[in-house]
């Protein structure tokens, strides 16, 4: 089955600085590539998704990038501000199937 | 987008009780739901994946006649937690997707359950 692992699992930047949440899958047959925030208590909350087909996708702050054959995807978020702080989980799945997880990683915005 | 609804938001039972938290796709018809559990700064662990009018796929290691799931109708699935101890105390979350339009998967807003 699919394993994700996600590094690192705490970040601290400082504000206006850029972040980068590294992730690596196993199942080559994963096609969809999404990233979730979490705060404390919430539901996730899609931010951005990438699928196979693609290599890199942008918006606004937040840029993922999909390397297939290495089997590696990346959150970017640059000028990053106080609310975004909070838990950033990488998934991937096979079309529709189950949505597996990385760790997570908690990523702190110092002012 | 699409909501799911997922209630109690919490809920505090007595050991060896049991409890039941259900998940409600409110604007679409789910004929697949995924139960997650979350303990305290982990990752969300699949325990199953519910089936419309068939029997729940639970994932390795987790208990079926523990985890109750019961997925009768395209807007509902439930998840009971039969004779709860402390060790059950944690984040329990459902998700689904709209069939036929997207990979997204739209989550509930959880239940944080404590087994006292």
């Known amino acids: 089955g699919e394993n994700v692992e996600q590094h690192p699992s705490t970040l601290s930047v400082q504000e206006g600085d850029s972040a980068v949440i590294k992730c690596t899958y196993s199942d080559s047959a994963s096609n969809y590539f999404p990233w979730y925030k979490q705060e404390l208590g919430k539901r996730p909350q899609l931010i951005i998704d990438i699928r196979s087909n693609v290599g890199e996708k942008k918006d606004q702050r937040i840029a993922v990038t999909l390397n297939k054959t290495a089997k590696h995807f990346s959150l970017h978020i640059t000028e990053t501000q106080p609310e975004d702080s909070a838990v950033y989980f990488c998934?991937?799945?096979?079309?529709?199937?189950?949505?597996?997880f990385g760790q997570g990683t908690r990523l702190t915005i110092n002012p | 987008g699409a909501v799911v609804s997922q209630h109690p938001s919490r809920v505090i039972c007595k050991s060896g009780t049991s409890v039941k938290i259900e998940c409600r796709s409110l604007d679409f018809q789910a004929t697949t739901m995924f139960w997650y559990r979350q303990f305290p700064k982990k990752s969300l662990m699949l325990m199953a994946t519910?089936?419309?009018?068939?029997?729940?796929?639970?994932e390795q290691g987790v208990e079926k006649d523990k985890f109750l799931i019961n997925h009768a109708s395209l807007t509902l699935s439930t998840l009971t937690v039969t004779s709860a101890h402390p060790e059950d105390s944690s984040f329990y979350i459902c998700s689904a997707r709209v069939p036929g339009r997207s990979t997204e998967a739209f989550f509930g807003q959880g239940t944080r359950l404590t087994v006292v």
């Open positions: 519910s089936n419309e009018g068939s029997k729940a796929t639970y």
């Open positions: 998934a991937a799945t096979q079309g529709a199937q189950k949505l597996v």
